[in-house]
């Protein structure tokens, strides 16, 4: 049986500040998908993903394109003005919370070790760092990464085993919402770069446990 380690307020306070970048993070795609949608209504539409979307809003600020050519009505532009407030709101507490998390990173260790895998950047290392409590309790990458849900969906037949696409199906949803928003999230790479990020964490931890019993 395993025991979950007691969390202290201060790593409950990284926990929560991940929690709050996240739903920020679902807040603004709600409101680019709110200004898509509403746009599209007088024949304005992008290409999907969020740079598109940001030239939607950038359409809306000026009003016209980058020909000259009003596409977007004046009355239009007063109606979505509070959602392109809001937006931007939510740009600034993002950037000032990765500010902080950037700060965080670089003032502690294994954070910084964890920022050298290919990768792994601030916000990754920070949410690992912030929900593994002892990762000498994991024994190899394969079961750090069944601990966060990134498990390869099973399609194994006649003795051979067929691993298919990452699955997000696991309780930690802070580190796997980190890996899924990589450029292959559920593909060979980032199963990799998981398991190399869970390498990477157990040396990290037992270089630490060994600097400490020494000193």
Known sequence: MRFVAVRSVENQAELMRHRARELLAGNRTRMLNALRGNLAEIGVVAAQGAQHAYGLKRLLADGFDDNGEVVVPNCVRQALAPLVHQIDAIDEEI??????????????????????????????????????????????????????????????TGGKARLGRITKMGATATCASCWSSGPAPRSAIARGATTRCASGLLRCWRARRSNTSSS
């Not at 998390?101 to 910084?112: G, H």
């Not at 929900?131 to 079961?143: E, H, I, L, M, P």
């Not at 601990?147 to 969906?153: A, E, I, Q, Y």
């Open 95 to 156: 950037a000032a919370i990765d500010k902080e998390i950037a700060a965080l990173v670089k003032a502690d260790e294994t954070a910084r070790r964890l920022t050298t895998i290919p990768g792994v950047g601030p916000v990754t290392a920070s949410a690992i760092v912030a929900t593994v409590q002892d990762a000498s309790a994991f024994a190899n990458g394969r079961d750090f990464a069944a601990s966060l849900g990134l498990t390869p969906r099973q399609s194994s």
